[in-house]
């Protein structure tokens, strides 16, 4: 059974850093892309960083470049987002997603975009506040 299950999240005061993890069960990472999302009550899930399987290139939101940075560790089957200088605009729950097909990972990795081929973790929250 495929599978994806985020850590890392909590409380965390303005500035400081934290490391998200994504680990997936059912299949090897190394032949997805897996891309980070957040999501806000009220409204929609959005992209924030990608990872892609084949060359690791990445790409950022705007938003977040230089802030986050992606990484993916395929012996332990693991992608990882490390968070610095959080802001409380950060504040949101962090999902990861997974892709196999070139559309898919066009649409997730290039243009941070959700698609219906996306599996999902559960989310783990973040909560930015002094």
């Known amino acids: 059974q495929v599978q994806l299950v985020e850590s890392g999240g909590g409380l965390v005061q303005p500035g400081g850093p934290l490391r998200l993890s994504c680990a997936a069960s059912g299949f090897g990472l190394d032949y997805y892309a897996i891309g980070w999302f957040r999501q806000t009550p009220g409204k929609e899930r959005e992209g924030v960083s990608c990872?892609?399987?084949?060359?690791?290139?990445?790409n950022y939101a705007d938003s977040v470049a230089g802030r986050f940075t992606i990484s993916r560790d395929n012996a332990k089957n693991t992608v990882y987002l490390q968070i610095d200088s959080l802001k409380p605009e950060d504040t949101a729950d962090y999902y990861c997603?997974?892709?196999?097909?070139?559309?898919?990972?066009?649409?997730?990795?290039?243009?941070?975009?959700?698609?219906?081929?996306?599996?999902w973790g559960k989310g783990t929250p973040v909560t930015v506040s002094s």
């Open positions: 997603g997974a892709v196999h097909d070139a559309r898919s990972r066009q649409a997730m990795c290039v243009r941070l975009r959700v698609v219906d081929t996306i599996v």
């Open positions: 990872i892609v399987n084949n060359n690791g290139e990445t």
